[in-house]
């Protein structure tokens, strides 16, 4: 039987190390490594900002948005919508909800929109001294076209789903400013 020397370990344990360390460092090592997103580049935040006051008179309204950007011409997006008004003594609402926007550029100044909201309405009145409440959910869907300039478009849009005795809104025809950044 062979004796086994200190000399003998060093050697195995030396071939050891210096056979398996280039696997080790080489796996370690992503040939090919992923190529980093650019999701974000495409995509622009931006909305919509209201504020009316006057004589016993309050309207706010917060919209953020933030639309995708698959090339020059076409853009998809999401927003929320908050609004509350109050007519003192008569009137407070409440509207709540988001939508869905398609944007198409067939000409850099020239912007055309479909955009789909759904919000949820809570109306207080007040008559005689008596509450009356109306809660419901209001589906609008809108067709837009608007004039482009940077990232400011004005326009009008029309509510293609207009029910004059949801008053809402009061007409199915509309202004709006929309700005991405």
């Not at 309204?61 to 076409?74: D, G, H, L």
Request: charged letters at 15%; hydrophobic letters at 40%.
């Amino acid at each position: 039987m062979r004796k086994i020397t200190f000399k003998t370990l060093t050697k195995v344990f030396l071939v050891l190390v210096f056979s398996t360390t280039p696997s080790l460092v080489l796996s370690q090592v992503n040939p090919s490594p992923k190529p980093k997103s650019d999701f974000w580049n495409h995509v622009q935040f931006g909305g919509g900002f209201g504020l009316a006051l006057g004589s016993d008179y309050t309207n706010i309204t917060v919209a953020p948005s933030a639309v995708y950007n698959f090339n020059e011409k076409f853009a998809f997006g999401t927003a929320l919508q908050y609004s509350y008004i109050d007519q003192e003594n008569f009137y407070k609402s409440n509207v709540f909800g988001g939508s869905l926007i398609g944007l198409f550029n067939p000409l850099p100044q020239i912007q055309l929109s479909l955009e789909l909201e759904e919000v949820n309405v809570s109306n207080t009145y007040q008559d005689f001294g008596e509450d009356y409440k109306d809660n419901f959910w209001y589906t609008g869907l809108y067709v837009g076209a608007g004039y482009r300039t940077n990232n400011v478009t004005i326009g009008f849009r029309y509510n293609l789903l207009f029910d004059q005795d949801i008053d809402l809104y009061g007409q199915a025809f509309m202004p709006f400013v929309r700005a991405y950044f």
